[in-house]
């Protein structure tokens, strides 16, 4: 696989409140990372004026406030930014979340193995066999998107998107996976559902996870999950890895 | 401390200026749709710029005052208040109102504009979730319980009373006869479309379509083709972005749109031009301008001067109470 150009980017106008700056225009976790990593020592220079910072797959939305700085002078204190070398990040942290892939709860697992060619419990044991990145947070509040999946995974949208996708649900497609947060449509292949709230509008920060944290996901049976669905409303259940 | 809602009207949620630092979770901004307006409402009840009020879009509430004694302002309509204790009285808009317990307020039909903001003094006594009470209703936060209002809601205020002072109005509501093009900043993928088509967006008229709520107002006019397809890799999305789906038909997003997004964004309305996209009821045709995002600093600057020189200039209202009782009490015979 070729590096990657790293240092080349593109500043876009988003108006006169966002500016844009895009390190690519395709899906590479690579250039995710670095996306990430610019976010990171952008946040740290606490610029005033900045808003907010919103790291997507291969670029960097930078909201801010027009009345505190102008597009050019924001631009001339972040390009000397782009180049800097920093190491990601000490508040990420690292989850493990129990998903049930059975009947009522994954609803495409047999589609999906199907067009895969390969068995129900191979796709449970490839997706539950690495430890994922949240690329971006997006599309619903609180809904991350992750990566990469094994190659097996490398399969296209559905071609009914579906007008109901219930929360919780887990989907797959184009080796990423997502966590829907609230009833939405969706078009992504519903291969389980984690009885873990992503969002919740009653819990003080409504939105679990964000982007760079890390997730890796482990096999529950439908009779276990109402039980931790309930120890997680008690606070019993700890979903964080310890290291 | 509380006013009890008889009417909750049409889809009536409480507002402030939204989220804006949590868009990295997929919290989209909310907040007022025509911040500008609920501004200018805060500011006649002496309220902080801060404050949440009541967006109201075609039909607005019938409420019961509660509390001993309490301040409004509505703004962004033409339509008067009606008030009803006994007799029924009218109340102009865009001033200051200060009314008593027991007396019943109706904001009945105000199609005129696109959208309004009900302001009262010390604001609303609600929890906030991500510093902001503004509803999101998808995601059932802020607000009244994530909702718009409904019949019997006791909506709570910080304040039992008004402050003693004099009712204000507001002098001159330019905002509601800008009608001009709005202005456009192209980009952040203006290079997904064919200079044709760009041409075309900014010749055109386009009208405003019934498909327009808090997230997006979809548009009808001259289709504007793709010359490399119609899905990006998502990225960020900011309040008044014009997203171009596969139908070539303009959606220009507002302050509920989703926080990513995958279709190409030929423009961005300024800043100075988003309150406008607030008010903006279907059927109206609308022109777009190019302009630079040097030029868009220098009219939301402008723009600042006008909304704090149209604060500066609020004259004194006449108080809508009984003015025989004021003769009698010889409380304004100084002034005769």
Known sequence: MNTPPRNSYRFLFAGDSALVIQFGETVDARINQHVRKISAIVKREDIEGVVDLVPTMRSLMIHYNPLYISQAELKKLI??????EFTLDDDIIRWRIPVCYENEYAPDIEDVSRSLRVSASEIIKQHTSVELEVFMMGFLPGFPYLGLLPEIFDLPR?????????????????????IYTIDSPGGWHLIGQTPVDFYNPNRENPVLVKAGDKI???????????????????????????? | MAIKIIDPGFNVTVQDFGRPKFQHLGVPVSGAIAPTLLRLANALVSNAGYEAGLEIRLMGPTFEVLCDSLRIALVGTSTPLEIIDGDITF????????????????????????????????????????????????????????????????????????????????NDAWFLEENGPLRVILGPQDDY???????????????????????????????????????????????????????GQPIMLLADHQTTGGYPKLGTVISADISRLGLLCPGTEITFQQITVEAAEQILVEQELKIHTAIGNFRPADPWLDHQALYNEN????FM
């Not at chain 1, 409303?233 to 964080?240: N, P």
């Not at chain 2, 003094?121 to 509803?135: A, Q, R, V």
């Not at chain 2, 808090?214 to 009808?220: A, E, V």
């Open chain 1, 79 to 84: 390009t000397p930014l782009l180049g800097r």
């Open chain 1, 216 to 243: 890796s996901f482990f096999a529950i049976d439908r009779k276990e999950y109402p039980a931790v669905r309930r120890a997680l409303k008690a606070d019993e259940y700890s979903l964080i890895m310890d290291c």
């Open chain 2, 193 to 247: 479309f064919s200079s044709n088509s760009i041409a075309t967006f900014f010749d055109s008229k386009y009208s405003v379509t019934t498909e327009a709520d808090r997230m997006g107002i979809r548009l009808d006019g001259p289709k504007l083709e793709h010359s490399k397809g119609y899905n990006i890799v998502s990225d960020g999305i900011v309040t008044g972005a014009i997203q171009v789906p596969g139908t």
């Open chain 2, 91 to 170: 109340q102009p808009a865009n001033q200051s109102i200060k009314l008593k317990k027991g007396q019943i307020v109706k904001i009945g039909n105000v199609s005129d504009s696109g959208t309004t903001y009900l302001a009262f003094e010390g604001g609303f006594d609600l929890p906030k979730t991500y510093d902001s009470m503004s509803t999101y209703v998808r995601a059932g936060i802020g607000g009244y319980k994530g909702r718009p209002l409904l019949a019997g809601d006791v909506v709570p205020l910080k304040t039992n009373s008004a402050t003693d002072r004099g009712e204000l109005k507001l």
């Open chain 1, 158 to 178: 559905r071609v009914e998107p579906r007008v109901h996708v219930p929360p919780r649900s887990i989907s797959v497609a184009a080796r990423q996976t997502t």
């Open chain 2, 331 to 334: 409380l304004i015979s100084g």
